[in-house]
């Protein structure tokens, strides 16, 4: 325990020194009204326990997740990472306990699976050993804290699974169903079921922003996001070759009030130059759903606004049961943001009022609001229809 816990003292140091210089400005964070879709609030809202499920079996065969540490659920757990979330306090209102998640209960796409009626899904290491249990049939978790769409993205951490090596890994997977269930119905099953890709975050937390990086230097914030967003178009015409049909695209949510962001200014304040940095990637990763909605037959990619989400809840906490919004629920500094959840550190006790579970990540009830706005929001939130739909779509 002595060793985990100096290794990531190391990695939330590395985190809390990089990255950018809060700023005050004068103009309003969230100037946008709220949404005309409300946010879900009422039963199974309140985290740990999860969504409420659809009932019935699952309305598709299966769900691949690709994504970083908002999704991740344990496959940096046996890397040499500093990227990890393996103990306890994480995992403190989850069933299983400690298992990966970057949460005290569930991310976003538990809930999701479980309003598409699916299980939680298994990690790829999970789902590896093909003759254990059910395996990767109902779907793979190949999320990987502190990766990126560039493959240099996160090397802070050391260890890491970039989206790139995240696709491999889906194409290990199919070979493994394929012998299971034969490439008809494999060819079938892929093209009813999800896709949910979530990247982003850190090309810009943990590349762009951090100071031992030269992208800065290299690229202007347009230029940057443009760089992303053509890797990002051909890696997931990667996933479309390999037989996805069914896209859900999460965009990168508001970071400007994360308590690491606040923890980094003298006066606690958010950093709204981050935010317009992001704006411009967000913006294109948009119009990259809309050419690849035309491009790419008898395909449907969908865009979760997780910026919108993320400010809703921000501008308009009390509507929603949160009345702690500027620090983390487990962490050590300023606003609990300068190091983040240390093993056997004392979490708040009244986690369900904190929007922030540690110096970056919310906390597991906001997850589940999210997914339930993912899953049954209007195009005000996810665009040009929500996973329901998607679900229910018929090319």
């Not at 994360?258 to 980094?264: F, L, S």
């Amino acid at each position: 325990m002595a060793s985990s816990t100096a290794t990531t003292v190391l990695l939330l140091v590395l985190l809390a020194c990089g990255g950018a210089t809060a700023q005050v400005f004068p103009r309003p964070l969230f100037p946008r009204a709220p949404w005309n879709f409300t946010l879900p609030t009422g039963p199974g809202d309140t985290g740990g326990s999860g969504a409420t499920t659809t009932g019935g079996g699952p309305s598709v065969p299966a769900m691949f997740v690709f994504g970083d540490s908002l999704t991740d659920n344990g496959n940096n757990n046996d890397l040499n990472s500093f990227a990890k979330a393996n103990y306890l306090p994480y995992g403190i209102d989850f069933a299983g306990g400690p298992t990966g998640r970057f949460s005290n209960g569930y991310t976003m796409v538990d809930t999701i699976a479980e309003l598409l009626g699916l299980p939680l899904l298994p990690s790829n290491t999970e789902a590896s050993d093909a003759d254990s249990g059910p395996g990767a049939l109902q779907g793979v978790n190949y999320a990987s804290a502190a990766a990126g769409i560039l493959d240099n993205t996160g090397q802070n951490f050391v260890g890491r699974i970039p989206f790139s090596q995240q696709i491999k890994n889906f194409q290990t997977t199919l070979n493994q169903i394929k012998g299971k269930i034969g490439a008809g119905k494999l060819s079938s099953s892929l093209g009813r079921s999800i896709f949910y890709v979530g990247m982003g975050s850190n090309d810009y937390l943990n590349n762009y922003l951090m100071p031992n990086y030269n992208t800065r230097n290299q690229y202007n914030g347009d230029q940057y996001s443009t760089l992303l967003v053509q890797q990002y178009t051909k890696q997931l015409t990667s996933l479309y070759n390999l037989g996805a049909r069914r896209f859900v695209i999460a965009g990168v949510g508001s970071m400007a009030c994360i308590p690491n962001m606040r923890a980094r200014s003298p006066t606690n304040m958010c950093s709204p130059d981050v935010d317009e940095l992001i704006a411009p990637f967000n913006s294109k990763v948009k119009g990259m759903v809309n050419t690849l909605n035309v491009n790419l037959p008898r395909a449907r990619f969908i865009y979760i606004d997780n910026f919108e989400m993320i400010s809703e809840i921000l501008r308009n906490p009390f509507n929603y049961g949160f009345s702690v919004v500027d620090r983390g629920c487990c962490g050590l500094g300023r606003n609990r943001g300068m190091i983040t959840c240390l093993p056997l550190l004392r979490p708040c006790p009244n986690r369900s009022t904190y929007i922030f579970w540690d110096a970056f990540h919310p906390t597991d009830r906001v997850n589940v609001l999210l997914g339930k706005a993912a899953y049954s929001g209007g195009t005000d939130l996810v665009y040009p229809m929500n996973i329901q739909q998607l679900a229910a779509w018929q090319p």
